[in-house]
DNA sequence: GTCAATTGTTGGTCAGACCAACGGCTAAAT
DNA sequence: ATTTAGCCGTTGGTCTGACCAACAATTGAC
């Protein structure tokens, strides 16, 4: 592993970082691969071991590298649940970040759904169906309702059979799972919100089933116009919304 | 600040990182907030300076915290950008399955240019306007062609005003621009290509600056579909595609 | 009051030492 | 010959103490 050319003009910690960056985004580190060992890792670049280390760690922070000890280092896959921190965080300084994000899974979900009715197997229908029963089953629980809800979106988003999108809505799992338990806690307050949980996720449902990915698109946006209806209502105080008895 | 009541049996970095990691999230530590500095905090916690340096290099990856030489570490609230080394590294990973990706960015960019049907400003359309100069420009240059054809796709996320989707675009930016680099040299195997490009990318900015949202979408599709049936020609030796002159 | 020199402060980095906890190797016992 | 026990090497985790760079603040001279 030839780890020595390192970026040019840094030193410490800005050196290792940079270099092991680059060493991993460019495909030289893959997971699996176990790094030198620090003290090496450090006489190689010509910096401190205390660099490395920081380096080492900042990485660590990302998922992208495992400090085993007394091991070594180890190149992993990208855990997402790093980003459960991250979103944490978010959360108690309450960054916009939230609702950009959050905005922003519509892309992902609605391409899938897409694909998934293009490409969706009769083992994601059996998923997609369990996830359907499990909704109507936890209604009246938000705690259990909102998992079966984002549950039922993970499938959709499974079914496109899109390795980037899953690890996308993965990436963002922990932030849309609480959404969707927070959405759930309206149910007390509306209660058109029922029929609307349970219609619509079975609206989405048949569009893939039959096939139709425009169907399954229109179905999901319009789920999540509603849905977001619903919270805006909330927020301002209004009661039942006008539109949820329509079509 | 009360900051002594340390991990209870942790030492070291973890030590340090929990602490902190609590008073971040009880609200304790605000945006804005300056930590005390690193010798002090070492002290008071009982740890030696390199562990105090570690945690907070970590914190930094996470966006909470930003060290500024000289100054010291300072609070800060999360944005999007951390998230963008995260699916850096992510997609690195899916480098393997490049077409993975590539088709995975249709959901980033035909969600965004809903919404840059919805958002899009003055100074959004004056970019995209230059883009698509370049675009006819470089006609006949691949590399410089490649580069205008992702600037166009570049402004039209950006004119989305969503944070998270450029920042998913911005990790797929080096593929995206490789996959228009080669999309280009087939140019001079298909001639009609010439029309496509600029009539195609002049369509998407014009249903943006109608504020149509779902013609933006439709015509994006159509744009990536024909674009996908130009290489597949490419790919298997057929000569121009017959629909490429029609409607 | 202004300017220059000095001092203090803080993060960035380094060198070297020690500790804990394994795994591997070697020698002794059976 | 085989098994067991002890020792050594290795690696990350942590610590101490020192030095450097680059400012801001303070002090003294004019």
Do not use: N, W
């Not at 994000?101 to 897409?114: F, P």
């Not at 979106?153 to 849309?176: D, I, K, N, R, W």
């Amino acid at each position: 592993m030839d780890i020595t050319r390192a970026a040019e003009g840094a030193k410490g910690f800005e050196k290792v970082f940079t270099l092991l960056r680059e060493r991993l985004l460019d495909g030289s580190l893959k997971p699996g691969d176990r790094l030198v060992p620090e003290r090496e890792l450090a006489a190689q670049l010509g910096v401190s071991r205390p660099a490395v280390r920081e380096a080492l760690r900042a990485l660590t922070m990302l998922g992208v590298v495992e400090i085993i000890d007394r091991i070594g280092t180890v190149v992993r896959r990208p855990d997402v649940s790093m980003l459960g921190y991250f979103f944490a965080f978010a959360l108690a300084q309450q960054a916009d970040v939230i609702d950009d994000v959050i905005e922003a899974r519509i892309a992902i979900e609605c391409q899938a759904v897409r694909l998934a009715a293009e490409r969706a197997t009769i083992a994601d229908f059996e998923r997609l169906q369990q996830a359907l029963t499990r909704i109507a089953a936890t209604i009246d629980d938000p705690e259990a309702g909102g998992m079966a809800d984002f549950d039922f979106h993970a499938a959709v988003v499974q079914a496109a059979h899109s390795e980037t999108l899953s690890v996308l809505h993965a990436s963002m799992g922990a932030l849309l799972a609480r959404s969707h338990r927070t959405r759930r806690d309206l149910v007390q307050v509306f209660g058109s919100m029922k029929s609307y949980l349970i219609d619509d996720h079975r609206r989405v449902f048949d569009a893939i089933v039959a096939r139709d990915p425009e169907r399954a698109d229109i179905a999901l946006r319009r789920h999540f116009a509603i849905g977001d209806d619903y919270r805006r209502r909330a927020a301002t105080g209004q009661v039942e919304p006008q539109k949820a008895g329509g079509e």
